[in-house]
């Protein structure tokens, strides 16, 4: 093995075999996910599969198909072979559960740490099983998580991309040096919310480190579903296969698992949008890449019969000097219209500022952004820090406008 790959025979197996493996997987896992009764009533088990292409012609499984067979009816295999169950929480309705079999939690292990080898680490299991010193610390309490990774010299940390500029809001408040304070920081894998090319580069610059992108739902495992190579151009998405849409065209991701044993999915429907990207990627890897998340079908924002996704704004904030690293869009009705402001943090640089800069800022953001999204939003600026920071993800979105 040499060591740009952790599994170097299946990381850049031919395309063909690949495929090839892919098929066989694929007709395993239709006939175990049969056994389950919620696809057992669909007739899964009639379905014939001679080639990928016959992935089409089998039904899809969504979120409230995965509501509506709680608790234990997507289960594929005797209940003593499940070792663990994951839960949301429920605060939408009935939660979903995703159970996994000690062979899947083995085979998630696998497929973090091919993720995690050349770019990152973070995603506890995978870490030690490369044998990394693992510290998980769960969210919040920015101080001690900064101490932390000053403490124990912190080298690669797994991190939301909204908490990665919090935390850089909290050095520069201290007026420290994020390359003296922490000088052993080399990479971090961002992951579980969507976020521009602009966000990464910020992150990157800020504390001089490598930052990489890492795709992850808690319905196929959580994290290590489809990663970046030091390339750093697409995600490599493991041994899921996609629903065919052309190359380079975006569409809904749709992932059948290849390799699931407690509880296989048949073409999930995520939700979240992307496109393939077209031809091979040099780090040698065969498996196809998906561009950065554009965000989830259910983000999108209709406004005035315009279609706009939250990542365009953010597009448009963090490639604006002047700007600093948090935003909100806020959604509100007025008289029969919607209308849209965008609360922006300023830079502290550009807060101490003279006003005559602050109202050059404004106008230029608003022409900006009407030229991205089409219709011209109320752009405010908030002194830093102003903008509250969600605990998980962050909230982009506040809509005020009547249901
Ligand atoms: P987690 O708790 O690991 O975030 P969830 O199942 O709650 O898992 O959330 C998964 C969703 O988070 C995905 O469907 C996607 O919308 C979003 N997500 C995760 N990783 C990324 C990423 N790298 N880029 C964009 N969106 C992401
Ligand atoms: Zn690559």
Redesign the pocket.
Known sequence: MTDIYWDETIETMPVEQLRQLQLEKLKASVARAANAPFYRDLGLKDYRIESLDDLSKLPVTTKQDLRDSYPYRLVACPLDEVVRLHS?SGTTGTPTVVYHSKADIDNWTELTARCMFTGGMGFHYAGEHLGCLTLPTGPGNTSRQLKFLKDFDVSVIHV??SYALHLADTLEKMSIDPRKYLPKLRIAF??????TEETRQKIQDFFGIKAF???????MN??G??FECPHQNG?HIWDETLKPVPEGQQGE?VITTLNRTAMPLIRYR???LTHVVAGQCSCGRTHRRIA??Q??SD?MLILKGVNIFPMQIEQVLVGTPGVGRNYQIILEAKGHNDHMIVRVELDPAMFAGDLASLEKLKTKLTHALRDEILITPDVELCEPGGIPVAE??AVRVVDNRPR
Do not use: C, Q, W, Y
Request: glycine share 16%; aromatic share 4%.
């Open positions: 949301s939301i991309p961002l992951g579980a919310e969507p976020h992108n890492s795709f992850g739902l808690s319905e959580g994290p579903v489809a995600l991701l995520t939700k979240d950065r998340m965000g989830r983000d998980g993800k």
